[in-house]
């Protein structure tokens, strides 16, 4: 500090600050707590990039496929359509079978999903009434030897009901029959496939057959459009695998 900053007083020539000369302690402070803001400010943005660039991974690693590691056995799933017969994964043996279930919140998003794939392997069903859209045949595999038929693919919609009691699953049963009487709509009223599999709440959840019954891939949330494509290419393999 030179002596123009400051005078000297008469008693004890302790420094006198003026303003326009060098700033005062109480000017300091407040550079430096407004400096702290903005240093405060400038983390505070830092971290929340680094939260949405963090959630965004969380969102892609929910949607990435889970393929099933080794040789896994025939899945044995016993479940029940609305009007009230018996559903068997086991009947399906021969086809490759995707399994679309969810929660009450996710029907319309199941229902979506659940058309969507159905037409990808059917193209005729395309704008067809649901009774006619069944019967459409499947896309067939090409490069096929004389006597092999080309395997299906089956979409089955699942209702994941929870646990309720007897009278509660008639009454539901009753209202899907009622809003779909010409596609079958298996129930799942013992959350086995949350147990099995888990459940994304709200979304579609998706588990891939092969045409012996083993769980090849299960897809919990929403698939994006690279978990569709590897979910397509996982399809076409397992139906080229099953006419070897």
């Given at each position: 500090m030179?002596?123009?900053?400051?005078?000297?007083?008469a008693?004890?020539?302790?420094p006198?600050?003026h303003p326009g000369?060098v700033?005062s302690?109480?000017?300091?402070?407040?550079?430096?707590?407004?400096?702290?803001?903005?240093i405060a400010?400038?983390g505070i943005a830092a971290?929340?990039?680094?939260?949405?660039?963090?959630?965004?991974i969380?969102v892609?690693?929910?949607q990435q496929p889970?393929?099933m590691r080794?040789n896994p056995?025939?899945?044995e799933?016993?479940?029940?359509?609305?009007f009230d017969?018996?559903?068997?994964?086991g009947?399906?043996?021969?086809?490759?079978?995707?399994?679309?279930?969810?929660?009450k919140a996710a029907?319309d998003?199941?229902?979506?999903l659940g058309?969507?794939?159905?037409?990808?392997?059917?193209?005729?069903a395309?704008?067809q009434?649901p009774?006619k859209?069944r019967?459409?045949p499947?896309?067939?595999?090409?490069n096929?030897?004389?006597?092999?038929?080309s395997?299906?693919?089956?979409?089955?919609?699942?209702a994941?009901?929870?646990?309720?009691?007897?009278?509660?699953?008639?009454v539901?049963?009753?209202?899907?029959?009622?809003e779909?009487?010409?596609?079958?709509v298996w129930?799942?009223f013992?959350?086995?496939?949350k147990?099995?599999?888990?459940?994304?709440?709200g979304?579609?959840n998706?588990l891939?057959?092969?045409?012996?019954?083993r769980?090849?891939m299960?897809i919990?949330?929403?698939?994006?459009q690279?978990?569709?494509?590897?979910?397509?290419?996982?399809?076409?393999?397992l139906?080229?695998?099953a006419v070897?």
């Amino acid at each position: 500090m030179n002596d123009s900053a400051m005078n000297r007083s008469a008693e004890g020539g302790s420094p006198e600050w003026h303003p326009g000369s060098v700033k005062s302690p109480s000017s300091l402070l407040r550079t430096a707590f407004f400096g702290l803001l903005a240093i405060a400010a400038i983390g505070i943005a830092a971290a929340s990039a680094y939260l949405v660039v963090i959630r965004a991974i969380g969102v892609a690693i929910a949607q990435q496929p889970a393929p099933m590691r080794g040789n896994p056995q025939p899945v044995e799933l016993v479940l029940e359509d609305q009007f009230d017969r018996k559903a068997d994964l086991g009947d399906l043996r021969g086809q490759v079978v995707i399994l679309v279930y969810g929660d009450k919140a996710a029907t319309d998003k199941c229902r979506k999903l659940g058309e969507s794939l159905h037409i990808c392997w059917h193209p005729d069903a395309k704008g067809q009434p649901p009774m006619k859209a069944r019967t459409a045949p499947v896309m067939p595999l090409e490069n096929l030897k004389p006597g092999q038929v080309s395997t299906d693919v089956v979409v089955v919609p699942v209702a994941c009901c929870g646990k309720p009691p007897s009278l509660i699953r008639g009454v539901i049963r009753s209202e899907i029959a009622k809003e779909s009487p010409d596609v079958v709509v298996w129930l799942d009223f013992a959350d086995k496939l949350k147990g099995m599999s888990g459940l994304t709440a709200g979304e579609p959840n998706l588990l891939l057959f092969d045409a012996a019954g083993r769980l090849k891939m299960k897809i919990n949330g929403t698939p994006d459009q690279l978990t569709m494509d590897r979910l397509v290419k996982a399809v076409q393999g397992l139906r080229y695998e099953a006419v070897k």
